[in-house]
């Protein structure tokens, strides 16, 4: 048999984690049995649906690399791929549905609904359609067409069926029908229900299997109810539990962000979204914590997918992008970085040398062990660029009133005068000379340098820091710190 999967979103907003996790279970679950994998709109909600939100999804899962065989701009011979292009396909199965007896036409008020299931929550009932219009004459059906009423059509659900879901992930499920009631396949605009038109997309489509959120579960049956009337053999369905926050909550903004392209805006890494997402819920047999998605194509299994929920940790999220950060050309992260710092008008693309060029490659190749995702460049920069430090604070201007310090930043100053080429190198033997020469503890020579230079007493190596400023922008940084702290400091003292 073919494996055959799909994805469908509903294009109302951005694609979020959870959705882009339902894409990849799909995509792996393909890929492992060289199946086709295939994307459409669920786009019936004409409100909310937009074709920005469908470009964003299809953006977002091009940016993950998750590529679909059939569906929306790659075509197929099963489309069209949205479901408004689709209205007549369900019309069809909707006369279907009619002509067996297993839908009617209610011509029921919303006021009227409304109120049945008030009277059912008042009575601690579950509120369902109890079926006033399941048995209308043709008769009744005229003159409640004259009065100018527009039917919905409903679906006839069997009394008293034990209906069963064989769920790859949880298991024999089973949904009573009596907790039901008649459910609506058509809105009274002829637009299908999702309920309605994902049976017609999955049959029509000869989708083998169905991988999607835990919160369809409900709607499975209401979905089998419909297979099982139009005498067609039902997908297997895989409902991958919910995702939720290292609390227990629902995910919300707090926890990380939720939109996938907000994470390549702060320039996380696809792979390594690909690779965290993909542990949502789904846990590799070794201990292994890097995939590539090639190596999940392989290993990805449903009966390794987890029934409890899944746990959203942005700092599990970090560690996994730092990892891919490390491995990463530097030549790729030179590129991810520079927009950030073209943000804060440095380096702006139309000025760049090939010099600037190099001197970025090396920043990046400095800072690419301490930063999680490539928006991070952004506090770092100002250890390596410019002429003018940080303000030191607290502890980090205690450091400035050292009685070594003046002694130690002339000696740095004339050194760094002299050297010949700021390399990592040169700067080291230079620091060493000098703890010597001034017969003083590292700690004492290097932590005044690191304050001067930087205003911090944390961060990047010296060894880095000191040749990617270069000497003019030592010696200013050196200039910057005497006149703001050391003349104003020690003249008290005389
Ligand atoms: N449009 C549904 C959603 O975005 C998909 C439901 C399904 O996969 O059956 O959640």
New binding site residues.
């Given amino acids: 048999m073919d494996i055959r999967v799909r994805f469908?979103?509903?294009p109302t907003g951005p694609l979020h984690i959870g959705?882009a996790r339902s894409a990849l279970f799909n995509y792996l679950w393909a890929r492992k049995n060289k199946g086709t994998f295939i994307v459409r709109s669920?786009d019936t909600d004409l409100e909310r649906s937009s074709r920005e939100s469908e470009q964003n999804i299809l953006e977002a899962l091009r940016w993950l690399n998750i590529q679909w065989d059939e569906g929306i701009e790659v075509g197929g011979e099963r489309g069209p791929y949205r479901q408004t292009e689709r209205l007549a396909l369900y019309r069809d199965y909707t006369e279907k549905l009619l002509d067996n007896g297993d839908a009617y036409y209610c011509y029921c008020s919303e006021e009227e609904i409304e109120q049945e299931r008030q009277t059912l929550i008042a009575k601690g009932q579950t509120p369902r359609y109890l079926g006033k219009c399941r048995h209308l004459s043709t008769e009744q059906r005229t003159v409640l067409e004259t009065e100018g009423r527009k039917p919905v059509v409903r679906f006839r659900v069997p009394v008293t069926q034990a209906i069963h879901i064989n769920d790859q992930v949880r298991g024999d499920v089973v949904f009573d029908s009596d907790g039901i009631g008649d459910f609506v396949l058509v809105k009274s605009d002829g637009i299908p229900t999702?309920n309605f038109a994902?049976v017609v997309d999955d049959v029509t489509m000869n989708i083998t299997h169905?991988i999607?959120?835990e919160e369809?579960l409900s709607n499975t049956p209401r979905q089998v109810l419909i297979y099982q009337a139009l005498r067609l053999p039902v997908p297997k369905f895989a409902h991958v539990s919910l995702i939720l926050n290292t609390e227990g909550g629902k995910m919300s903004k707090r926890d990380g962000d939720t939109a996938v392209l907000d994470y390549q805006k702060k320039g996380y890494l696809p792979e390594a979204i690909v690779n965290f997402i993909a542990m949502l819920g789904w846990a590799p047999s070794g201990k292994e914590e890097f995939y590539t998605l090639d190596e999940l194509a392989e290993v990805f299994s449903l009966d390794r997918v987890s029934k409890s929920p899944a746990v959203f940790d942005l700092q599990k999220l970090n560690y996994i992008n730092a990892h891919y950060i490390k491995v990463s050309a530097p030549e790729r992260l030179a590129e991810l970085a520079l927009p950030y710092v073209g943000e804060m008008g440095i380096l702006p693309q139309e000025e760049r040398s090939d010099k600037q060029q190099e001197w970025f490659a090396n920043f990046i190749k400095a800072i690419s062990g301490k930063i999680t995702h490539m928006a991070e460049v952004k506090d770092f920069i100002h250890y390596f660029h410019g002429p003018v430090p940080l303000e030191p604070e607290g502890e980090a201007l205690e450091v400035l009133r050292g009685e070594q310090v003046p002694a130690v930043l002339g000696l740095f100053r004339k050194k760094v005068r002299e050297v010949e080429l700021l390399s990592g190198a040169t700067v080291k033997v230079l620091l060493k000379q000098m703890t010597k020469e001034l017969k003083l503890g590292g700690k004492l020579v290097y932590m005044p340098v690191r304050v001067a230079l930087t205003g911090q007493m944390h961060g990047p190596e010296l060894y880095d820091v000191i040749p990617l400023l270069g000497g003019e922008n030592v010696l200013k940084r050196l200039e910057v710190t005497e006149k703001r702290y050391l003349r104003g400091l020690r003249s008290p003292q005389g």
């Fill in positions: 469908a979103p509903s959705g669920e999702y994902v169905v999607r959120g369809h």
